[in-house]
């Protein structure tokens, strides 16, 4: 793994946000200034690949990336706040469903944030 992929694993497994690599990007040049955004793009695809990371891919907005422990995420319609949430675990109910086993789920619930909800 090299220096950059072992930094922007801390920087997510670190991380309470759910960062973009743009986001990334900037957080990992504050301690390595010649990094440039192909890096951090190649080594978050690399580290996806490998298993080391989730990819939050939400339509109309960029992907983001967090932490590979299993948990659920709540995504405001409106403003797009991403946050993390464990619901039951639901893969013997989804296996009874299919009659047959899966390998993993994703599940991403859409609502309005509290904030949002109050500016209605």
């Known amino acids: 793994m090299t220096k950059y992929a072992k930094r922007i ?6 991380s309470d946000q759910h960062m973009t690599a743009e986001q ?15 890096t951090v793009y190649n080594n978050l ?17 960029a992907d983001r990336y967090d932490k590979i ?9 409106k403003c797009g706040a991403v ?14 469903q299919l009659g047959e086993g899966i390998v993993s789920y994703e599940l991403k619930v859409f609502y309005l944030c509290p904030e949002c909800r109050e500016e209605k």
């Open 24 to 38: 990334l990007f900037f957080e990992l040049k504050k301690t390595e200034p010649r990094v440039v955004q192909a």
């Open 45 to 61: 695809h690399t580290l996806y690949q490998e298993g080391l990371i989730q990819k939050l891919s939400i339509e109309g907005s």
């Open 69 to 77: 422990q299993k948990h659920d995420h709540l995504v405001c319609k």
């Open 83 to 96: 946050s993390d949430k464990s619901f039951k675990d639901l893969t013997k109910d989804l296996e009874k």
């Open 9 to 14: 694993l801390e920087l997510i497994d670190q």
